[in-house]
């Protein structure tokens, strides 16, 4: 991107979703008529609330992943035929790549920040608003959409990433979308203040001021620059070289737009070993007739291992509903065993690990884990 067009975008992109500011912008960050209130959906509100606990901070912004090798798992899951009841997972919008291909009945989106509910609000927002893939792309990076739009749904993902590319972010189209887009959160039930705007304002203006190179950022720790951008997640293919993301299909794209629809994805704040959040996850799936699918928890194992937190999280997993076909999935990044892991594919600087969940709270009630390097070695399913 140019640096007039940075220039342009850099005061909705200055600090990290998750850092709170109350410093006035020369762009204001909130719609002046707020959100309102009418036609809210009670009981998808209802729901946020029931299951969410008091949320932590993360010292990332984790707008997009940081895990390029995402899609590795995506062939043993077709194999295992993993597919339908509940996902559960944390994090954006890898989620949404893994869900267009599980095609599961529900979704829960848990993660200890607020700012990552707020963000699946900005998402929800969007999938609302948009007719396809492209508009989507389009409304996220504040760029015009193509002329007959109806027409892109049966482009290929270059196409469409290279009209992304070759359109600047316009600042008028950023402050209208940005207006409806709290409209539309406010439309949803949930309780928004003015700082959650103007964190939803400022995710959005991320995305706006980056476009597809936007790469995860580490806040309070030096950032890796080998990090993949936006475009390179959506470009990643499988390792049998089957590209993937949600993006590349317009039907998984419309899948996942269905669900939001439906309000089948819901936000939740919570930690994975905490005393409520992911227990009453499990009560809400087992009171729908579900079972797990698919728990995803990236890396969050290596934080509660060394926080001593992971022996409550397994404690929860116990009670997710779950039968021989539900998998973790997580992911593994540097340390002793990295570039000698099964699963390690040369040239990524991530490891995905797939995991079987009835194995994991087996191994548990064995006493089998007791580093973290048992939990990113024990039990990994073959991914070729």
Known sequence: MSRPVLTLLVLIALQPACVRSEAVSEWPLIAESGTPAAQADSSFATLVARLSEPGGYFDSDNLVSNELSYEHVL?????????????????????????????PKIVYMIDLRRDNLLQHLLYKSLFDMARNRTEYLALLTARPAPKNIASWDRRGIDQVLAYIDSVTPQ???FDSTRAAVARKAGSYGIPLDARD???????HGRFAA?????????????????????????LERDLEGIQGNYFISED????????????LIVPVVGNLAGGHALRAIGQDIAAR????????????????MREGGFDAFAEN??????????????????????????????????TQILQTLESLVT????GGYTEYLDVVTKHSLPLR
């Open 289 to 304: 007739g579900e079972r797990v699918s698919v728990l995803y928890v990236s890396n969050v194992e290596f934080y509660l």
């Open 363 to 366: 191994e548990y009630a064995k």
């Open 171 to 173: 600042r008028g189209l």
């Open 75 to 103: 062939g043993a899951m077709r194999r295992l035929k993993v597919s339908g009841g509940a996902y559960i997972g944390v994090g954006p919008d890898q989620n949404y790549t893994y869900i267009g291909k599980v095609r």
């Open 252 to 263: 998984d794209f419309q899948f996942v737009k269905s669900l939001h629809a439906k309000n």
């Open 210 to 234: 980056s476009g597809l190179d936007l790469q995860y950022e580490s806040l309070n720790r030096p950032s890796r620059r080998n990090y993949p951008t936006f475009r390179e997640l959506i």
């Open 317 to 350: 997993a116990k009670t997710l509903p779950r039968n021989e076909r539900s998998v973790i999935i997580r992911s593994y990044f540097n340390g002793p065993y990295t570039y000698g892991h099964p699963q390690w594919v040369p040239g990524y600087f991530s």
């Open 197 to 203: 705007l103007e964190t939803i304002a400022r995710i």
